[in-house]
């Protein structure tokens, strides 16, 4: 079955845009909300997305023409299975007219072709979800090439989303017969990103039926093919209703807001939610200009929310244009990484929205980093590696229980304290691409040996940009080390939703006055910030001291721990 795709409404007063670049040719699979024109109007440049789906195979437009709405784009080849099962009344039959509300049960059919055992078979991987509010990553590797032989959970892309970098794993097997993607390029959720050649085990059932709707029967002198479409809107799934809509092109619908990926891109980067955004163009289109207008109206207060809005810092305040530059002199700009773009972001909204304190300490480590050195080599024989940040890790979990409001969340929407139950800390890790912070779970049930090694193992995870996120996920308490770079104090900055962050400076020795005599002692400095709305300051002072106490004499770690 042929279907076109005609350019829809773009917004009030545009009948024309430029076409920047189309991004489908003849041969390519699209499905419905997939990416075909690249265009600018007079107003902005956005991407429109397919409200048709199949296998293209005519595109009437080319990059640097003028398209008109209303005018077809492209046309698609699309299953009519869905189109052979529409509701049909029973033409040519006369019936009383007393008999109007008949039901009549409407059998969907999935055809399926048959195959025979070992019959091969083209099959599509598609980039699935890759975590919350992830539409999109960065392709830094395409680890296959046609020709390869594919199993499932084997590594295929390398790709770096604004939380991280990781892997993604085939959930087909097969031979490689095309790749669609390329390293530098932006992959969408859902896309198709190759295609293999399977071999099928077992003969497939040739069609199954599926009753997903009653429909009301439609009255003798209704000639149509079709039960109208109000008749049907309170029984028919989606899928049928735009089944039954073959007469004209159903309305770009994406999510639940009416507008083009590229603005709820926009939307999503500013911390907006779409949703709440009113559009200005035909059935209430949003337009780049109505994001704007509503990021313009929080920001003078004219609109309320529960939370600050992200515009350019995260913090909600308008950020101030740049100088120009070149007036003194050479300059060079470079994109941010996502990584480090998402970073500016969140922690100019924790700097924003957490009241923060920093209180410091100094911790006498003389004794334990004899301790630590004596115990260092069969750690390493286990596979671990004694570091002062792993020993940190189990006292600051015996810390939380201790100190159980170190341990929460502040929910100022609902005026509530979250208390958790579970012990995870994060540890921030310095990599090439910025900052990340990966989360040694359940510290509380694990010895040091094991702590040394779970935390090695991320680490390196994040170093060599193989981390989950899920292993990114999920921290109630996070540890900054720079001791390994240098430095006395800082003021490390609160990983919200979290309430606490300890950051550890680079040791030494100093002469401490002690058994009326000065003696070189080996000390550590201590930064701990925290969210002043729920901890206070006498609670901080007691919190560090314990940490320092258990430092400096490890078995207190075993009395009170």
């Keep these: 079955m042929i279907k076109e795709f005609i350019l829809p409404e773009l917004g009030e007063n545009i009948a024309s845009a430029d076409v920047l670049k189309v991004l489908v040719k003849v041969g390519d699979v699209i499905k419905e909300d997939d990416g075909v024109l690249e265009i600018e109007t007079d107003k902005a ?17 080319k990059d640097g023409d003028k398209a008109a709405v209303g005018q077809v784009v492209l046309r698609v080849e699309s299953d009519s299975v869905a189109a052979n099962a529409a509701v049909t009344s029973a033409p040519g039959k006369q019936t009383d007219e007393k008999t109007k509300t008949a039901e009549a049960a409407v059998p969907i059919a999935i055809v399926e072709e048959i195959k025979p055992a070992g019959a091969t078979a083209i099959v599509e991987f598609i980039l699935p979800e890759l975590g919350e509010n992830i539409t999109a990553a960065d392709v830094l590797k395409v680890l296959i090439k046609p020709g390869d032989i594919v199993e499932v959970n084997q590594s295929i892309l390398e790709i770096e989303t604004d939380k991280a970098t990781i892997e993604v794993p085939s959930t087909i097997a097969g031979k490689v017969t095309e790749v669609f993607i390329k390293e530098g390029e932006k992959a969408a959720v859902g896309s198709v990103i190759f295609k293999a050649e399977s071999v099928s085990a077992a003969p497939k059932t040739a069609v199954v039926q599926q009753e997903v709707a009653k429909v009301p029967a439609v009255a003798a002198e209704t000639q149509s093919a079709f039960v109208p479409k109000e008749n049907t809107e309170k029984f028919v799934s989606k899928e049928v209703e735009r089944t039954l809509a073959i007469d004209g092109q159903p309305p770009i619908k994406t999510n639940s807001a009416p507008a083009a990926p590229s603005v709820r891109r926009i939307a999503r980067e500013l911390g907006i939610d779409i949703n709440k955004v009113q ?33 350019g810092s995260g913090t909600g305040v308008s950020a101030e244009p740049l100088p120009d530059f070149s007036k003194f002199g050479e300059f060079e700009r470079k994109p941010m990484s996502n990584i480090r773009a998402k970073t500016a972001v969140h922690l100019s909204y924790a700097w924003s929205v957490i009241p923060h304190v920093t209180q410091f300490d100094k911790v006498d480590i003389t004794d334990l980093e004899k301790i630590r050195k004596s115990f260092a080599p069969s750690v390493e024989k286990a596979g671990g590696k004694l570091t002062v940040t792993a020993i940190l890790i189990k006292v600051i979990a015996a810390a939380l229980k201790k100190f159980p409001q170190f341990n929460s969340s502040v929910d100022m929407v609902t005026k509530e304290v979250v208390y958790k139950k ?12 910025g900052l990340i912070v990966p989360v040694v779970r359940d510290v509380d049930k694990k010895n040091i040996i094991q702590i040394s090694k779970d935390m090695n193992d991320v680490a390196e995870k994040a170093r060599t940009r193989k981390i989950s996120l899920e292993e990114l996920q999920g921290a109630c308490f996070t540890i ?18 979290e309430v606490a962050i300890l950051g550890v400076s680079r040791g030494g020795f100093e002469p401490i006055y002690k058994n009326g005599n000065f003696e070189p002692r080996l000390m550590l400095p201590l930064s701990l910030s925290y969210d002043h709305r729920i901890i206070d300051g006498a609670d901080a002072v007691r919190f560090l001291r314990w940490i320092a106490e258990s430092l400096e004499q490890p078995l207190k770690l075993l009395i009170e721990g």
């Design 422 to 433: 579970y012990y995870n800390i994060g540890v921030a890790v310095d990599t090439d691409r």
């Design 480 to 497: 900054t080390n720079l001791g390994g770079i240098g430095g006395t104090f800082f003021t490390p900055i609160v990983n919200s939703p």
């Design 45 to 61: 440049t956005i991407e429109v997305p397919s409200t048709v789906a199949g296998k293209v195979v005519e595109v009437l437009i």
């Design 279 to 311: 559009g200005s163009g035909s059935d209430g289109r949003i337009s780049m200009d109505d994001v704007k207008a509503y990021v313009k109206a929080l920001n003078e207060g004219r609109i309320q929310t529960a939370a600050p809005v992200a515009s």
